[in-house]
């Protein structure tokens, strides 16, 4: 395919780097009046009008598609490094419970929340919850996304959890996305274990984490580490049988306190901590001297009503900073990587090219694929989002509910 009359051509890692860090991240390439070529599933070459009309003739005469980009923008698809988008049904009561005051702990010492949609999906068999999660999935496609994690965490049982697994390799199989798989099997402790967090614990360890092993199921490792759920100890025993198994740790951390769970991510070298929202100086000072990734969750804060991370201080401070939607049915009903975008932009002080690089290029390094996708760069996946004219990049941010997004390209093709 030859894409020509981009009026922007933005989220250029000419460098090919596996991640941009700290102040790095506001000079996320951008070119205007470009081109760009792709070949089979890949981005092979871009430039700008000087060497337009000779690409073009090549790529007319290779009879590649043309497509006239008309002024508008060509920015690389999102990369969602943080969901829990294998759920059954929804927790729509709970928004009212919010509403009437209730707060998410609340809800979940009440034995809501995480548990609620527990019971909801042991008892929906496995091919509904793959029916559910594909029409999420697909939504999230047409909004851009390309590259998608997608954790465990709602089964709690052996049987439950490998279920969850399963559905999210089907995803994997059977749509266009980049996809990471994460075993989350410490997201609460399950109701038949109530009360004995250790005893749930080994059974995770003794039980679950095999059995997903065998199955060869997941790439990463999570567990909620916070108050009221895991603690730091409970955590480094898991992410330690976790290591045997070759599972890197992705860990949720800070979302509720500052719980020691940034602290134990970054010992046991995770590819990401999450949440954050409480984190303070000291843990973005150690994330900052760390490869681990420091991922924000604006939906979470703005459907929670949550402080928000600070991500403004840790690229100050030298972080990989990177945003994900966190879609899950209790604390962020919505996988809509634009919308996070420009929360990290309204909410974040992210200037328009850090948000960029926020949710694709360092998305994609906090789950593991920025090799492969992520950015533009030849030799990477030409999976891209072809936009309306608009009068600069920021704009998707700025008029941030106005369709904007006209076409978007999976493995170099277009979806329909
Ligand atoms: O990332 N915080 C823990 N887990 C999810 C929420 C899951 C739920 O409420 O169902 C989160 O916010
Ligand atoms: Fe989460």
Known sequence: MFFYNIRFLTGINSEDSPY???????????????????????????????????????????NEQLIDVKGGMIMPSFCDSHTHIIYSGCRDGEFVDKING?????????????????DLLRNTPEDELYTQALHRAEELIRKGTGALEIKSGYGLSVRDELKMLRVAARIKETTPLTTAITFLGAHAVAREFKGDIDAYVTHLINEMLPAVNAQGL??????????????????????????????RPKIHANELAVSGGVEIGVAHRALSVDHLERAEQAQ?????????????????SFFLSMPYGKARMAIDKGCIVNLASDYNPGS????????????????????????????????????????????????KKANLIMTAPVHSPAFIYYAYTTPYIEK???NGSEIK
């Open 102 to 118: 209730l707060s998410y702990e609340e809800i979940a010492r009440r034995g809501g929340g995480i548990l609620n949609s527990v």
């Open 284 to 300: 973005i000072e150690l994330l900052a001297k760390s490869e681990t990734a420091a991922t924000m969750l604006p939906g979470a």
């Open 408 to 410: 978007v390209f999976l």
């Open 218 to 247: 997941a790439g990463y490792v999570d567990v909620f580490c916070d108050e009221g759920f895991f603690t730091p100890e409970h955590t480094d025993r898991i992410l330690t049988s976790a290591a045997k198994y070759g599972l």
């Open 20 to 62: 941009l860090r700290g102040k790095n991240m506001a000079k996320y390439g951008i070119l205007e009046n470009a081109w760009l070529r792709t070949h089979g599933d890949k981005i092979i070459a871009y430039g700008t009008a000087d060497t337009e009309a000779e690409n073009m003739r090549s790529a007319k005469e290779a």
């Open 332 to 379: 962020s009903p919505s996988g809509d990587m634009r919308m996070v975008g420009a929360l990290g932009c309204i909410k974040m002080k992210l200037l328009p090219a850090e948000s960029l690089c926020a949710t694709t290029l360092n998305g994609a390094y906090a789950m593991g694929v920025s090799k492969i996708t992520g950015s533009i760069t030849p030799g």
